[in-house]
């Protein structure tokens, strides 16, 4: 650095605060850069320089993808700690400064495995534009295999370490420590928390587990707390001989404490619907499944206690290869005695729960001789992925592929509807009418052929008007992003610009309240903007890294996605 910039470390000289930053987003996939998203050489020398400089030395990570910070876990680079404050923008970092100065305890926590390399992920293998699949006899022809399967994120990492522990899965010399340098869910905070006291009702009613805990705030300094339960099902010899796949542990709850003083505490009372631990069991019984077998529920502060708390409830050890020991005393077995193929294969609405999605599997493929090996925990070392599938473009291929798509002549000819008709209907009309009333079909009527065409084929990001009906033009949206530039833009002065943030940032509040009172601001924000649609928010799953548009969605575990999205919406 300069010697101006050097000399002025003098000033304050008690911190070095260092940010890394990577972007990603639409147009830029990470995975086009393989490195990026471990330390740079100019990242291990400004580390290197402020180590010799200062006494502290912190580590702001804004960047929405899980980085490779193995690195930074030692004692090379002298850092004391490591925040991620993830695409926070301008008016977020002042609640990342309120952190900094002590004014607020962090009580996020992280919504994605840190591994200390990227490549250690299976669905590393087929992802990007490395890992696109092309038939070996034709070019030309892109697709996707994910042989993964379930084992994304903490379900592959901790699965394969409880496997290994147990002998099990031909798990191979792993090494967790090795590969993960902060597990899902993990967090830290400025004071101490102690958990005790855990119980489980079954409430037979709900078809709940009510799951009670006492957290104790043990430090000095005050604080919240996330509360985090897991479940473990049985892996049997059933779902082996069937392919079903189950994570040693999955997240299934969580709540947050209210602010707790030094010395007190608050009892936790999280939910757990039992039917979110029933598995999927594709090639048996096509539909949701809970096995006979232990069925484990959990309190942890992370993913990686869980499965140790189970496995020390289990009876093992370190001498078992375990990394630590876990606390049986937050733990709670149950005994399924009968296998039931029945109570989870209806929905809560009363529909029939069968594989839909069929002909996303060419193992499903009637007369296709080529089988995909999807990744197993029954035989880890056996059936990793090592390199792109190449499949062969046969006929008995082809026709099965041409059975999936759409054939004209498996539908019914409709007629060409009436256009132009003069039945006096305004789409005002039509408020408080049923569904299914008759007047829909004549106000339809009432529609000219360019009308239509114009309604569907200039409809991007604005609902044109309609003249007939005099329905008018609406504008849409594509996310807060393209919210906050609508507000900024529509000349509204007495509208505060609006601190959006991304979904990943939300999610790691694990706060459903305050993720509701966010979406409760978009939908008032839409409205002084005049936007009718918003295109999002979206629950894609982080499957690795590398993906570009992390920012846009919530987590790489569906169960978190899942309910943080429902809370916003």
Same mark, same amino acid.
């Given at each position: ?402 059975? $999936? +798509?759409?054939?004209? /002549?498996?539908? &019914?000819?409709? *007629?060409?509807?009436?256009?132009? !008709?003069?039945? @006096?209907?305004? #789409? ?40 007939? $009906? +005099?329905?008018?033009? /609406?504008?849409? &949206?594509?996310? *807060?992003?393209?919210?906050?530039? !609508?507000?900024? @833009?529509?000349? #509204? ?51 690795? *890294? ?24």
């Amino acid at each position: 650095y300069p010697e101006n910039v050097i000399t002025s470390y003098g000033s304050y000289n008690d911190a070095a605060i260092v940010t890394i930053a990577r972007g990603a987003g639409e147009g830029q996939d990470v995975s086009k850069s393989p490195n990026v998203l471990a330390l740079t050489q100019d990242d291990r020398d400004m580390l290197t320089s402020v180590k010799e400089k200062f006494d502290k030395v912190i580590v702001l990570l804004n960047t929405t993808n899980p980085m490779e910070l193995g690195e930074l876990v030692g004692d090379e680079y002298g850092v004391d700690a490591v925040l991620w404050v993830g695409p926070v923008g301008q008016y977020g970092m002042f609640g990342v400064a309120d952190i900094l100065v002590g004014n607020a305890n962090p009580s996020g926590r992280l919504i994605d495995t840190y591994a200390t390399s990227v490549f250690s992920a299976p669905a590393t293998v087929s992802y990007g534009v490395n890992g696109l699949n092309q038939f070996s006899n034709f070019d030309g022809t892109n697709y996707t295999v994910y042989t993964e399967g379930i084992y994304i994120g903490y379900r592959y990492y901790e699965t394969r370490y409880e496997d290994f522990v147990m002998g099990t899965g031909n798990a191979g010399d792993y090494s967790y420590g090795d590969d993960v340098a902060f597990p899902f869910g993990h967090g830290l905070s400025y004071t101490e928390f102690h958990y005790s006291d855990m119980a489980v009702n079954y409430n037979a009613a709900a078809d709940q587990f009510e799951v009670t805990v006492t957290v104790t705030n043990d430090g000095n300094v005050a604080g919240k707390e996330t509360v985090q339960v897991y479940a473990q099902s049985p892996y049997t010899q059933y779902d082996i001989d069937n392919g079903v796949e189950k994570a040693s542990v999955q997240l299934c709850g969580f709540d947050k404490t209210g602010i707790l003083e030094p010395g007190t505490s608050e009892t936790v009372t999280i939910a757990v619907d039992k039917r979110d631990l029933a598995a999927y069991d594709t090639y048996g019984a096509g539909t949701y499944i809970m096995d006979a077998g232990d069925y484990y529920l959990t309190v942890a502060t992370d993913s990686h206690d869980a499965v140790n708390n189970i496995l020390t409830a289990k009876g093992y050890t370190t001498a078992d290869g375990m990394d630590r020991d876990g606390n049986a005393a937050l733990t709670h077995k149950w005994v399924q005695e009968e296998f039931d193929a029945e109570t989870y294969a209806v929905s809560l609405n009363g529909t029939p729960i069968v594989n839909q999605l069929s002909s996303a599997d060419i193992n499903l493929y009637d007369g296709v001789e080529e089988e995909i090996t999807y990744l197993t925990r029954n035989d880890w070392t056996g059936t990793w992925p090592t390199e792109t599938l190449k499949l062969a473009l046969t006929d008995k291929l082809i026709a099965a592929l041409q059975d $999936v +798509q759409y054939d004209p /002549a498996d539908y &019914e000819a409709i *007629p060409m509807p009436r256009l132009g !008709a003069d039945n @006096g209907l305004k #789409l005002y009309d039509m408020i408080g009418k049923d569904y299914d009333d008759p007047d829909w079909e004549k106000l339809l009527d009432q529609l000219t052929f360019e009308e239509m065409v114009s309604g569907i084929g200039d409809s991007f990001h604005w609902r044109m008007p309609i003249e007939s $009906v +005099q329905a008018p033009g /609406a504008r849409d &949206e594509n996310g *807060p992003q393209g919210l906050t530039a !609508a507000i900024l @833009g529509s000349g #509204l002065g007495d509208i505060e610009p609006t601190a959006f943030t991304s979904e990943d940032v939300m999610a790691a509040t694990f706060n459903e309240e305050l993720i509701c009172a966010v979406g409760n601001m978009i939908g008032n924000n839409c409205l002084y903007a005049d936007v009718v649609c918003l295109y999002g928010p979206g629950s894609n799953t982080h499957r690795t *890294p590398y993906g570009g548009r992390n920012f846009e969605y919530y987590s790489e575990d569906g169960f978190l996605a899942g309910e943080m999205c429902g809370a916003e919406v």
